[in-house]
């Protein structure tokens, strides 16, 4: 069967301009001249039979038959570059992943040592962020996302559940003298008050509202951060146990109760459906998935 593909040059040159929103950025991306891109532009419109994109004053914008163009043009690109490197036995490289702050640094850095033994042709990237990955527009393979799951276009596959309880530092933990029931916990500093997890927990353990307050919200950012005021001694901190085991471990924080809070929330793995088969994200995948399936089953 004969295929009626487009001139692939000319979807390649579409490709960067639609992500770049732009002919001329897409001609630097590419080394071509802005004319050269407008030319490889107008031949795909001509094929196509109706514009793909609207010229502005500054950049252009796709219209609505671009934009479903591009959305399966660069699924395409995707799975054809992924074939092309198996093809040539370069599935190797390196593996770009973006992963919020305390995945990072308290779980994942922690471990990585032994995906890059078990897979020394892949050289790893990590970029720390809490802004969510434009996979269209960047150069990551793969990305740790807290959330519940669900985002347009994206694999999703759960590698860590969400629960949380209170901790703190054996100083603090000292000086409160017992600890015998949950709602002692309220005689303390609460450091990040207002995080809803508080909430959650508390009634969780039957405590209710026992957290509302007049007080001034306060909020320590990422569970790193707040994990260091705790054991600074200036409050209990509300954090994900896995994130802490060194700590708990070596005495740093205490878990005075067993009892944990979930929301329903997780942390996952994603990346574009169409990268599913890249060796290298298979590589990956079932790497975590075995670092983490001890967690998921407790």
Not at 47 to 60: D, H
Not at 98 to 108: E, H, M
Not at 196 to 225: E, N
Not at 272 to 292: L, M, Q, V, Y
Request: with cysteine; glycine share 10%.
């Amino acid at each position: 069967m004969t295929r009626d593909l487009p001139p692939l040059p000319a979807i390649r040159v579409f490709d960067a301009a639609a992500r770049h929103g732009s002919f001329t950025l897409a001609g630097e991306d590419l080394g071509m001249t802005q004319a050269a891109v407008s030319y490889q532009i107008k031949i795909l419109e001509e094929r196509v039979g109706t514009p793909l994109f609207e010229r502005y004053a500054r950049g252009v914008g796709l219209t609505e038959v671009g934009r479903k163009l591009y959305q399966r043009a660069s699924a395409a690109l995707d799975i054809l570059a992924d074939a092309y490197s198996d093809a040539r036995g370069a599935d190797a490289g390196t593996l770009s992943i973006s992963v919020i702050p305390t995945f990072a640094t308290n779980f994942l850095a922690q471990r990585l040592g032994r995906f890059q033994l078990d897979t020394p042709d892949i050289a790893v990237r990590m970029e720390i962020s809490e802004t969510l990955t434009d996979f269209a527009r960047g150069d990551v393979d793969v990305a740790i996302r807290g959330g519940y799951g669900a985002w347009d276009g994206l694999v999703s596959q759960l590698i860590l559940p969400t629960v949380f309880t209170p901790m703190l530092s054996p100083d603090l933990l000292a000086k409160a003298g017992d600890l015998s029931a949950p709602e002692d916990l309220l005689k303390l500093p609460i450091l990040s008050r207002g995080d809803p997890w508080w909430q959650r927990w508390l009634s969780q353990v039957g405590l209710g509202d026992a957290c509302s307050t007049a007080a001034p919200v306060r909020s320590m950012g990422p569970q790193v951060v707040e994990a260091g005021a705790a054991m600074a001694g200036h409050g209990v901190a509300m954090l994900t146990p896995a994130f802490f085991q060194s700590e708990l471990e070596r005495g740093l924080l205490v878990q005075p109760f067993d009892q944990v809070g979930d929301d329903g929330s997780g942390y996952w793995l994603v990346y574009p459906e169409s990268r599913r088969n890249a060796g290298k994200i298979r590589k990956f995948r079932s790497w975590i998935e075995r670092e983490t399936k001890a967690f998921r089953e407790s």
